[in-house]
């Protein structure tokens, strides 16, 4: 079955308020303080009714060697993330909302876990100087951005991928972010399509799908990037 990704809101954000133009969830959150402990508690329900909230990641995992490094980006309350790093990858999420790293850390210790905004994404300077075999950004990340900043957590992802690395970015096309638009703005930060899928269970793409699964990787690989 389909991991609930399709239909359900994203459980992170790409990021309290940032340092520069807040993301469209910093601007849901402060208009209800409350939405982020909903959103955990949602989350938490639904994993004791025993909800198979896996299916991103078990297309991930198939995408890498035990070991890997992942990024997940936007990772919310680490469910993503947290089932990697279950799988035997080395994980780090990043997420601009604290409420939901908390709810990371407590509810999934292990990966390494960040309050970050994705648009100012700079690991290295944090001192993770490794780069990913993959970045995954599931459910609506990207449609929870600032606005104006596409291009830019695009290009982040890429300046921390590892040579021969991909991104996986999935996201509902009705929610203001048309496909054509972001694959735009992937080519625009460097990044070429490999895939497309309607589903995180491989269904193939059609332009009437309702979710985009989109495999990147660097459309000209640099010289040196380690």
């Known amino acids: 079955p389909t991991a609930p990704a399709p239909t359900h809101p994203r459980e992170g954000s790409g990021g309290g308020m940032s340092a520069t133009r807040p993301s469209r969830w910093e601007l849901k959150t402060a208009a209800d303080p409350s939405h982020s402990t909903w959103y955990v508690e949602r989350f938490r329900a639904m994993a004791a009714r025993g909800a198979d909230l896996a299916g991103e990641a078990r297309l991930v995992d198939a995408m890498l060697p035990r070991g890997s490094r992942v990024l997940d980006a936007g990772c919310g309350p680490g469910r993503v993330g947290a089932e990697l790093f279950a799988r035997g990858h080395a994980v780090v999420g990043v997420d601009v909302d604290p409420v939901l790293i908390d709810a990371a850390r407590t509810d999934h210790p292990g990966p ?115």
Not at 141 to 146: E, G, K, Q
Not at 183 to 198: K, Q, R, S, V
Not at 204 to 210: G, I, K, Q, R, V
């Open 112 to 226: 390494d876990w960040r309050v970050g905004d994705l648009a100012e994404l700079d690991l290295p300077a944090e001192g993770v100087t490794e780069p990913f075999d993959l970045i995954v950004c599931a459910g609506n990340v990207v449609t929870f951005l600032a606005p104006g900043t596409e291009v830019e957590v695009l290009r982040r992802f890429r300046a921390h991928l590892a040579p021969g690395g991909r991104a996986v970015v999935g996201f509902g096309t009705g929610r203001g972010y048309p496909p054509e638009q972001f694959l735009a703005d992937a080519t625009e930060a460097g990044l070429h399509l490999d895939l497309a899928l309607a589903t995180w269970d491989l269904r193939p793409w059609t332009p009437d799908a309702d979710f985009l699964v989109a495999v990147l990787s660097d459309a000209a690989p640099r010289p040196g990037v380690a």
